[in-house]
T-cell receptor, first 115, second 111 residues
Framework: ETGVTQTPRHLVMGMTNKKSLKCEQH?????MYWYKQSAKKPLELMFV???????ENNSVPSRFSPECPNSSHLFLHLHTLQPEDSALYLC??????????????FGEGSRLTVL | GDSVTQMEGPVTLSEEAFLTINCTYT??????LFWYVQYPGEGLQLLLK?????DKGSNKGFEATYRKETTSFHLEKGSVQVSDSAVYFC??????????FGAGTTVTVRA
């Protein structure tokens, strides 16, 4: 495995379900990110972990809960979501010192549909 | 705060046509500017970048010049191919660790 891997690629859940999105990076990076991609909107930065510490929580509702157990893995736990949370959720990684060079590496995304 | 505005799509072109996607930005200080591309079913990947005024980024036949006076970073390609069909995102990086992205422009190239 190389790069950034996200699972599942597609997820359909009801508003009362609890599910998790998983991201794994094999690049030796020490920063990881969750972005939300909705149609015709700018990518929204949700969470940033740098050296396994959360450094950004961009006013995200508490029904989204991130977890970063180590520098290679990032989770997004989902519970009691709303239909407007349906979107493509992208994970990315970088070396902390290189963020301003724009060198973020993205996974293919997890397409979430909330019924 | 920092923000990026890019032209709305979708854009549909014929092969070998000239492509321009406009991008303007608002930022304090001296941001770095980027274009990312997202091919169908894939994640975003960095296409090119420019880190200071008047720099030109280039890759795969695409070019963009950092214009501080017009706060712009327009993406151009002289002769597109079907394989260039993708979503293109303009982005900037300010004084912190965050990238601010535009909404993306979908480009479809027809044979």
């Amino acid at each position: 495995e190389t790069g950034v891997t996200q699972t599942p690629r597609h997820l359909v859940m009801g508003m009362t379900n609890k599910k998790s999105l998983k991201c794994e990076q094999h690049l030796g990076h020490n920063a990881m990110y969750w972005y939300k991609q909705s149609a015709k909107k700018p990518l929204e930065l949700m969470f940033v972990y740098s050296l396994e510490e959360r450094v950004e929580n961009n006013s995200v509702p508490s029904r989204f809960s991130p977890e970063c157990p180590n520098s290679s893995h990032l989770f997004l736990h989902l519970h009691t979501l709303q239909p407007e949370d349906s979107a493509l959720y992208l994970c990315a990684s970088s070396q902390v010192a290189e963020v301003n060079t724009g060198e973020l590496f993205f996974g293919e995304g997890s397409r979430l549909t909330v019924l | 705060g920092d923000s990026v505005t890019q032209m709305e799509g979708p854009v549909t072109l014929s092969e070998e046509a000239f492509l321009t996607i406009n991008c303007t930005y608002t930022a304090t200080g001296y941001p770095s500017l980027f274009w990312y591309v997202q091919y169908p079913g894939e994640g975003l990947q960095l296409l090119l970048k420019a880190t200071k005024a008047d720099d030109k980024g280039s890759n795969k036949g695409f070019e963009a010049t950092y214009r501080k006076e017009t706060t712009s970073f327009h993406l151009e390609k002289g002769s597109v191919q079907v394989s260039d069909s993708a979503v293109y995102f303009c982005a900037l990086s300010g004084n912190d660790y965050k990238l601010s992205f535009g909404a993306g422009t979908t480009v479809t190239v027809r044979a």
